[in-house]
């Protein structure tokens, strides 16, 4: 089973930005989907954005127009860059993965996570 792990967390103040990475101990290529969800203690876990072996995105209402996922197989390393953060986007930020898969589930989780990073936006 792949192993993920993110990096790039940290405080930032509002209008700011931060990009996120994941070290997948896999090829990236070889994942079906990956994605960013985050999560704030007492709310629902909600997906961010979704990346399938063919480079189709999915996003978020909330972020969409300033967060950005993408993947680079040959670092096997997936990125979110996140840009005009809100105080709002203060979350712990987890990387996914599924394989066989042929399409980026929509309605649920992703199978594989990552230990998670801490973003903090102070207005």
């Known amino acids: 089973q792949v192993q993920l792990e993110e990096s790039g967390g940290g405080s930032v103040q509002a209008g700011g930005s931060l990009r996120l990475s994941c070290a997948a101990s896999?090829?990236?290529?070889?994942?079906?989907?990956m994605g960013w969800f985050r999560q704030v203690p007492g709310k629902e876990r909600e997906a961010v954005a979704l990346?399938?072996?063919?480079?189709?995105?999915l996003y978020a209402d909330s972020v969409k127009g300033r967060f950005t996922i993408s993947k680079d197989n040959a670092k096997n390393t997936l990125y979110l860059q996140m840009n005009s953060l809100k105080p709002e986007d203060t979350a712990m930020y987890y990387c996914?993965?599924?394989?066989?898969?042929?399409?980026?589930?929509?309605?649920?989780?992703?199978?594989?996570w990552g230990q998670g990073t801490l973003v903090t936006v102070s207005s």
């Open positions: 996914a993965a599924e394989t066989g898969i042929t399409y980026c589930p929509t309605h649920r989780d992703l199978e594989v």
């Open positions: 896999e090829y990236t290529g070889n994942l079906d989907c």
């Open positions: 990346i399938d072996t063919d480079g189709m995105t």
